[in-house]
């Protein structure tokens, strides 16, 4: 069973600083990883999605890295914004049996103006 | 394109009412999923369809139904509400394409069971 684990749980940074969130997962069998960004009542928005053949993705201050070897993917953002204040979420989508994605709890992130 | 929209948006029901948590999608997605979001849990999926026609089981779907009649919508129905289905909950679609799909999930409805 895919189990995801996001580290830390909460993050407060000042604004202008560059940031990185941990996801790990156990089952390397994936297709793909996607890191999602939830504001407080909303729903939840893709951000990245990381195929499983590639290493990284990057969107505008966005970058993803992902190493399906050791079960691991980072969420680097730079020049943080207090915009960016959310709940950071990843789920890998396995590739075994019941296809489905996997959540992590999230890292609270607020960035301090 | 509206994307995934979900009615209501909070309900409050008392032990043993049923009803049903509707969902739509105007992007021609064959997958669409609920899922469950709980403190401390994260999102955890109660049922999914490939298609029109076709539903399968998820990690947590005891007390719910869905059916999927037509591409568009796919609703979610608690028989007989318990106070533990008080959660909020989400739809997603998705195309099949399993390397490359994005998820697209709906604004949630927050549910409470009395």
């Known amino acids: 069973k895919q189990e995801v684990t996001q580290i830390p749980a909460a993050l407060s940074v000042p604004e202008g600083e560059n940031l990185v969130l941990n996801c790990s997962f156990t089952?390397?069998?994936?297709?793909?990883l996607q890191w999602f960004r939830q504001d407080p009542g909303k729903g939840l928005t893709s951000l990245l999605l990381?195929?499983?053949?590639?290493r990284e993705q990057t969107s505008g201050r966005l970058n993803a890295s992902l190493d399906k070897s050791s079960g691991r993917s980072t969420l680097y953002i730079a020049a943080s914004q207090p915009g960016d204040s959310a709940t950071y979420l990843c789920?890998?989508?396995?590739?075994?049996?019941?296809?489905?994605?996997?959540f992590g709890t999230g890292t609270r992130l607020t960035i301090i103006p | 394109n509206a994307g995934v929209t979900q009615t209501p948006k909070f309900q409050v029901l008392k032990t043993g009412q049923s009803m049903t948590l509707q969902c739509a999608q105007d992007?021609?997605?064959?997958?669409m999923s609920w899922y469950r979001q709980d403190p401390g849990m994260g999102l955890r999926l109660i049922h999914y369809?490939?298609?029109?026609?076709?539903?399968d089981q998820g990690e947590v779907p005891n007390g719910y139904n869905v059916s999927r009649s037509t591409t568009e919508d796919f609703p979610l129905r608690l028989l007989s509400a318990a106070p533990s289905q008080t959660s909020v909950y989400f739809c997603?679609?998705?195309?099949?394409?399993?390397?490359?799909?994005?998820?697209?999930f709906g604004p949630g409805t927050r549910l409470t069971v009395l």
């Open positions: 997603a679609s998705s195309y099949r394409d399993r390397e490359t799909d994005t998820q697209y």
């Open positions: 089952d390397s069998a994936i297709y793909n």
């Open positions: 990381i195929q499983s053949s590639q």
């Open positions: 789920a890998p989508l396995s590739n075994f049996g019941n296809e489905k994605l996997t």
């Open positions: 992007m021609n997605h064959e997958y």
């Open positions: 369809s490939v298609g029109a026609g076709i539903t």
